[in-house]
């Protein structure tokens, strides 16, 4: 059974509040206010809806009605996070500064996945950091680092890695690391993404270990009766509320629908760097004369990434069947 709610009957002249949506549960959201306080809110009308990370202007319920909120509106965005299932695509986050991709040595993680981790961080403008997890698996860790060996290869002008990649061991976290993940997540907004069995939630509760505790109480007011569990949360690290670390259950893959073919070249720098020596200028570095690109193939731009490219052109050219 679902939640019926409507947002309460705005009161003339009230003060609207500001916020950030620290919690999303299907429409219903968690505001929180600049004194840390927090309480659901409900978008009013469809042009409302607020996901995390959204700062947001509210307003309290009328006297009588109760302590939840109305969403009046959503700020502007400085960037905007899809996630994508079979069937459709969600906006999910805003507003993230940095997007960790945690993998392992074990499972085997999935290259096509971590390339479009890669483009859809590249296409919000969000700088990705690859962490690999589980260094102390050794045999299975050299061989991940190995396949790993075309993104850290990939530089800018200046020589300069474009992708930061992090060995970590999350399970024996010493001293050394922790003040790495300190250092890398430090006053930033840091959505974490992962497929299942890289250590997500080892993360989650080495640097939140009261995490539990802390979302418990709203979470369970929101999700009694509900059917979804699939929330997005956005926990912070320090008490100065400045690091935070954003959460999303379930989220393995980013959405690319809404990226056109021919920008993806753009968002594979690797790739990308090629594109302005073609013979074409509307190249799509598949099959044509004088790309610049093909001939690097093999070369500088590996054959797999080249695949990838491919394959993921192929899909984005193709007509969405809804
Ligand atoms: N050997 C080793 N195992 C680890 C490490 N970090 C996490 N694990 C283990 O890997 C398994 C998966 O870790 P989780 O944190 O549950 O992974 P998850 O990404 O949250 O996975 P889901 O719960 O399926 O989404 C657990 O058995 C962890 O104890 C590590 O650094 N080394
Ligand atoms: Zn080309």
């Known amino acids: 059974m679902s939640r019926k709610y409507r947002a309460p009957t705005p009161v003339p002249n009230a003060a609207l509040?500001?916020?950030?949506?620290?919690?999303?549960?299907?429409?219903?959201?968690v505001v929180e206010s600049a004194d840390g306080s927090r309480r659901i809110c409900h978008p009013r009308g469809k042009k409302n809806q607020a996901v995390v990370g959204d700062q947001?202007?509210?307003?309290?319920a009328p006297p009588g009605q109760g302590e939840e909120g109305s969403i009046e509106q959503v700020q502007p965005r400085r960037n905007l996070l899809y996630r994508?299932?079979?069937i459709r695509t969600k906006s999910f986050a805003a507003n993230i500064d940095q997007v960790l991709i945690l993998i392992a040595a074990e499972p085997v993680f999935s290259e096509s996945q971590l390339a479009r981790a890669l483009i859809a961080a590249e296409d919000a403008g969000i700088a990705p950091i690859v962490a690999l997890n589980k260094s102390d698996l050794a045999q299975p860790f050299a061989q991940a680092w190995e396949r790993l060996a075309a993104y850290r290869a990939i530089a800018d002008e200046a020589g300069q890695p474009h992708y930061r990649v992090?060995?970590?061991n999350l399970a024996r976290p010493g001293a050394e690391q922790a003040a790495?993940?300190?250092?890398?997540?430090?006053?930033?907004?840091?959505?974490?993404?992962?497929?299942?069995?890289?250590?997500k939630s080892t993360l989650i509760n080495l640097l939140?270990?009261?995490?539990?505790?802390?979302?418990?109480?709203i979470s369970q007011a929101l999700n009694s009766g509900r059917h979804t569990t699939t929330t997005t949360t956005w926990y912070w690290l320090d008490a100065a509320r400045r690091t935070a670390l954003i959460d999303s259950p379930g989220f393995q893959e980013f959405g690319l629908r809404h990226i056109a073919p021919t920008a993806l070249a753009h968002h594979m720098p690797?790739?990308?760097?090629?594109?302005?020596?073609c013979k074409f200028y509307n190249c799509t570095h598949l099959h044509e004369p004088g790309c610049a690109v093909l001939a690097e193939v093999g070369h500088s731009i590996s054959a797999q990434r080249h695949r990838l490219y491919a394959e993921f052109f192929q899909e984005l050219a193709a007509p969405v069947n809804y």
Not at 56 to 60: F, I, M, N, S
Not at 180 to 194: E, H, P
Not at 208 to 217: D, F, L, S
């Open 270 to 277: 690797d790739i990308g760097q090629h594109a302005q020596g």
């Open 56 to 60: 947001v202007l509210w307003l309290p």
């Open 180 to 199: 790495l993940l300190r250092d890398v997540l430090a006053d930033k907004a840091t959505l974490v993404l992962g497929p299942s069995g890289s250590g």
């Open 208 to 217: 939140i270990p009261q995490a539990q505790a802390a979302t418990g109480e």
């Open 166 to 168: 992090l060995g970590l």
């Open 84 to 86: 994508q299932d079979e």
């Open 17 to 29: 509040e500001s916020g950030l949506i620290v919690g999303s549960h299907g429409r219903h959201c």
